[in-house]
């Protein structure tokens, strides 16, 4: 299993980035999908959650409003539109998937993750 993630860059204060998580092996519909992110120095965060066929979704108040997952199951894809990006926004941004039954926030919970892409927005 793999989870490929892409999209990352430099954006100026509410520019907008869209990140990409592509997954290998067995089908995404079996599970969950999030995007967590950490900034230097700083915890490993919950961004946002997807269920297993997109109809569900969580966000951290921080990202609320401005961030939108979503999914392709026939593609494999997980997507994050970010809008209205801001310089705490700048971290590396990692997908990640869940067998949970429930949607979780928790790191934890999550078996396998990408690589990570970074993120940074500064003008």
């Known amino acids: 299993v793999q989870l490929q993630a892409s999209g990352g860059g430099l954006v100026q204060p509410g520019g907008s980035l869209r990140l990409s998580c592509v997954a290998s092996?067995?089908?995404?519909?079996?599970?969950?999908m999030a995007w967590f992110r950490q900034a230097p120095g700083k915890e490993r965060e919950f961004v946002a959650t997807?269920?297993?066929?997109?109809?569900?979704?969580r966000y951290s108040d921080s990202v609320k409003g401005r961030f939108a997952i979503s999914r392709d199951n026939a593609q494999k894809t997980v997507y994050l539109q970010m809008n209205n990006l801001k310089p705490e926004d700048t971290a590396v941004y990692y997908c990640?998937?869940?067998?949970?039954?429930?949607?979780?926030?928790?790191?934890?919970?999550?078996?396998?993750w990408g690589q990570g892409t970074q993120v940074t927005v500064s003008s």
């Open positions: 092996g067995p089908t995404l519909s079996n599970y969950n």
């Open positions: 990640a998937r869940s067998a949970a039954v429930e949607l979780t926030t928790a790191p934890s919970m999550y078996d396998f």
């Open positions: 997807i269920s297993r066929g997109g109809a569900s979704q």
